[in-house]
């Protein structure tokens, strides 16, 4: 069992950049492939990134390629998504997300356990 809670959310410019953060308590987080999901009202959840339990390495949506970087820490149970000259199509509540799978899962539904959003606001 893990809890996530994100923060770092807020209003920036396009071409602007922000770095959302989520904490983890419980189990230790180095036994969870951590991801990043956004969601915007009326549609599903929409994967961003995945970063395995401790490699590093990292899988990201074609459409983030380039401007978000997700990296860990699991000495002080924490995973970031760096985002880099954001659109206003990035607008969405982020989630990290968590799972034991040992894979860098892209479905919502691989993932059990859940942080309660952060919102990203990016203005024109």
């Known amino acids: 069992q893990v809890q996530l809670v994100e923060s770092g959310g807020g209003l920036v410019q396009a071409g602007g950049s922000l770095r959302v953060s989520c904490a983890a308590s419980?189990?230790?987080?180095?036994?969870?492939?951590a991801g990043w999901f956004r969601q915007v009202p009326g549609k599903e959840r929409e994967f961003v990134g995945a970063?395995?339990?401790?490699?590093?390495?990292?899988q990201y949506a074609d459409f983030v390629k380039g401007r978000f970087t997700i990296s860990r820490d699991n000495a002080k149970n924490m995973v970031h998504l760096q985002m880099n000259n954001l659109k206003p199509e990035d607008t969405a509540v982020y989630y990290c997300?968590?799972?034991?799978?040992?894979?860098?899962?892209?479905?919502?539904?691989?993932?059990?356990?859940w942080g309660q959003g952060t919102q990203v606001t990016v203005s024109s």
């Open positions: 997300a968590a799972t034991t799978s040992l894979y860098r899962e892209v479905e919502s539904r691989k993932y059990a356990y």
């Open positions: 419980g189990r230790s987080f180095g036994a969870y492939v």
């Open positions: 970063i395995s339990r401790s490699t590093g390495i990292t």
